[in-house]
């Protein structure tokens, strides 16, 4: 079975600066999707960045962007510029290729953004 | 941009009841989910749906909960008599053959 870890229950950053959130992950499979998604107070959850395995290229979407290490089974998420609204609950999430599959989520990173 | 809708928000109920928690998924998804979190801790696949019947679930979905799509277009998610370890946050989502996944915005549930 898959698993995903977040091994960071909380992380803190400067405004305007750069902060790194880990993720591993245990898989026996070669092609699947990796996700990271943000979960503010509100509690709903935002995607906020998608990786394909087979995809050597590491996903960025405008100030996040992933480093995608296929052989260590590591996922991480990037944010530079850190703003006050980042600040949230952090998810790293795994989904097999399997059309229908589910998402297999870490346990989360808190991470707040002082101003 | 099409969303998934959560009814209703937040939900109180007395241990024992039944409750109905209620989704609109995206009109061409095919693939529906039902995710919980329990404050505090991470999201937990509950069930997924396709082609009008369930495709897994998990350990938590056990014969107090049960899923249908009655009309093609709800998704519901009924617990038949809830239990204080039941509060939490319920989220409902929806897929294409893709891997385009798109959350609700949840419903709390709170069993008094």
């Known amino acids: 079975a898959q698993t995903v870890t977040q091994s960071q229950p909380e992380m803190s950053v400067q405004e305007a600066e750069t902060v790194t959130l880990s993720c591993t992950y245990d898989?026996?499979?070669?092609?699947?999707?990796l996700f990271w998604y943000k979960q503010p107070p509100s509690r709903q959850m935002i995607l906020v960045i998608r990786?394909?395995?087979?995809?050597?290229q590491n996903a960025t979407e405008n100030r996040f962007s992933v480093n995608f290490q296929k052989a260590a089974k590591s996922f991480s998420l990037k944010i530079s510029d850190s703003q006050l609204g980042d600040a949230a609950m952090y998810f790293c999430?795994?989904?097999?290729?399997?059309?229908?599959?589910?998402?297999?989520f870490g346990q989360g990173t808190e991470l707040s953004v002082k101003p | 941009e099409p969303e998934v809708t959560q009814t209703p928000s937040h939900q109180v109920t007395q241990m024992g009841q039944e409750v109905i928690l209620r989704c609109v998924p995206i009109?061409?998804?095919?693939?529906f989910y039902w995710y919980r979190q329990i404050l505090g801790q991470k999201v937990e696949f509950l069930v997924s749906f396709y082609n009008n019947e369930i495709s897994e679930k998990s350990e938590i979905f056990d014969d107090q909960f049960s899923v249908e799509r009655p009309d093609g277009s709800n998704f519901t998610l009924k617990i038949r008599s809830t239990k204080l370890e039941d509060s939490a946050m319920y989220f409902c989502?929806?897929?294409?053959?893709?891997?385009?996944?798109?959350f609700g915005s949840g419903t709390r549930l709170t069993v008094v």
């Open positions: 999430a795994y989904r097999s290729l399997n059309q229908g599959g589910k998402l297999i």
């Open positions: 989502a929806s897929s294409t053959q893709g891997y385009g996944y798109t």
């Open positions: 009109s061409n998804h095919l693939y």
């Open positions: 898989t026996s499979e070669s092609d699947y999707y």
């Open positions: 990786q394909e395995a087979y995809k050597q």
